[in-house]
């Protein structure tokens, strides 16, 4: 078992519920203070986890400016009140920010048991085949 520090714990429940807003403010069609709750408690959770400092180095570095400005330009849309458009920017930078984990993560979900055979059908293994193998997805 992974030992975590209180500060880290907190970070699991901020980011956790900042990703349950930002569903459920997507569930009801947009809501736009759910989305801004949910983005804070994300990016501030998201800091708890890894810390300040490596938070900054994530997402301040060079190469992954393109991607910084678009996840953070759509939080900052959010805010001021235009959700539809700032989940989009939002999603297209998380996915360029995150685009080195995705075969990490997929080859990781392709050994859950129920999932990973839910993985192999025909139609999804194509697909999940694209985003594990991609290291470039713009």
Do not use: C
Request: no cysteine.
């Amino acid at each position: 078992m992974i030992s975590l520090t209180d500060s880290q714990k907190i970070g699991m429940g901020l980011t956790g519920f900042g990703v349950f807003f930002l569903f459920f403010g997507m569930m009801l069609f947009f809501d736009k203070a759910l989305l801004a709750i949910g983005n804070i408690l994300f990016v501030s959770g998201l800091s708890f986890v890894i810390g300040l400092e490596r938070t900054f180095r994530f997402f301040f570095q060079r190469h992954k400016a393109k991607a910084t400005s678009f996840f953070l330009g759509g939080v900052l849309v959010v805010l001021i009140g235009w959700p539809i458009i700032g989940v989009v920017l939002e999603i297209y930078g998380f996915f360029l920010l995150f685009r080195g984990f995705f075969p990490v993560a997929v080859g990781f979900i392709r050994r859950v048991p129920v999932i990973g055979s839910l993985l192999s059908l025909p139609g999804i293994s194509t697909l999940v085949d694209k985003i594990g193998e991609s290291n470039n997805m713009v």
